[in-house]
């Protein structure tokens, strides 16, 4: 009898004509949307029989990361315009901002994490993003960045958004902008954190949102708008987008209604 032959299944669904390329594969594995019958198959390097049944269920993420996400709907509902641009990605983790911010124009991005080999492949090697891997961004200094930035995202985790902020202020130009994920399972004190560390009561939403609008206020930043991220974080926290101008004038936009972002987030993300 002949050998049943085992091929990485990565390489496979290329093969398959299921994914385009190996990136492409890889993503569609991290997704979670690769099946073998019903058996729902995670890692793009195991090897797997050449034969078997396979099954890519849904559409795969247009970014590296879920994070692209979060950015995709600023870009439509802010006036955040990065096209020509350069910017500085604050915990970009896989390189979902940056891979956004790439694809709607972004000339060049700093993709900075205090964490080590997350960054994906795809962005690594692409010579519009300079890689600042191991970097805690409350240390970063104006000089470690010879293209001063014309705007700023941050998604930061296990830590509270208020720390970025003066380092920002030092690196980001005048008049520069930043989008800024608000996360209250990181900012509501612990007695305000449930099970599993979400936070599911609107008022602790309310005021955490409320608190962040006002800080960076009181950093200098005009805080133009506020909505929610179109998706829940990984541990299923409702989180929001904030956007702010840095003027070194701090104020807030008389139409910004946090009451009226939470309710929409609670409604559509929990509906």
Known sequence: MEKRKKTRLDVLLVERGLAETREKAKRSVMAGLVYSGTERLDKAGDKVFDDIPLEVKGQVLPYVGRGGLKLEKALDVFPLDVFGRVGID?????????????????????????????????????DRV?????????????????????FATIDVSFISLRLMV???????????????????????GKADVGKKGIVRDRNVHE???????????SEGFFVEAL???????GDGNIEFLLFARYTGVGGVSPSLQVEEVVNAAHAKLKG
């Open 90 to 126: 604050i915990g970009s983790s896989t390189g979902g901002f940056t891979d956004c911010a790439l694809q709607n124009g972004a000339t060049q991005m700093y993709a900075v994490d205090v964490g080590y080999n997350q960054l994906a492949w795809k962005l690594r090697s692409d």
């Open 130 to 150: 300079v890689v600042m891997e191991r970097m805690n961004f409350r240390h970063a200094t104006a000089d470690q960045f010879p293209i001063q930035p014309d």
């Open 166 to 188: 003066p380092p920002l202020k030092q690196i980001l130009k005048q008049d520069g902008v930043v989008m800024a994920l608000v996360k209250p399972q990181f900012e509501a």
């Open 207 to 217: 005021r955490v949102a409320s608190d962040m609008v006002r800080y960076f206020a």
């Open 227 to 233: 909505d929610y991220s179109p998706i829940t974080g």
